[in-house]
C-alpha cells in the first residue's frame, strides 16, 4: 500500500511540475549546439533507466533462485 502511494504521489508531482520545465527560458532552439545540449541531458535518463532494469531483472533472477 505505502509503495502503490508513494508511486501515485511520484507520478502527480511529475503532472504538476512538468509544464513549467518545458517552458524553461535559456537557449536558442534554433542554434546549431541545441541537438548537442538535449542530447547530453537526457543520456543520464537513459543510463538510469538502464541502470533500473538491470537492478531489477538481477534481482527477479536472485529471487526465483532463492524459490528452487
Known sequence: MKQRFSATLTFITTLLIAPTAL???GHDHAHW???????????????ALGLA???YRRKKVATQSKSK
Open 33 to 47: 549546439s541545441s541537438s548537442m545540449v538535449h542530447l547530453l541531458w537526457i543520456l543520464p535518463a537513459v543510463a
Open 53 to 55: 532494469i538491470t537492478l
Open 23 to 25: 517552458a524553461h527560458p
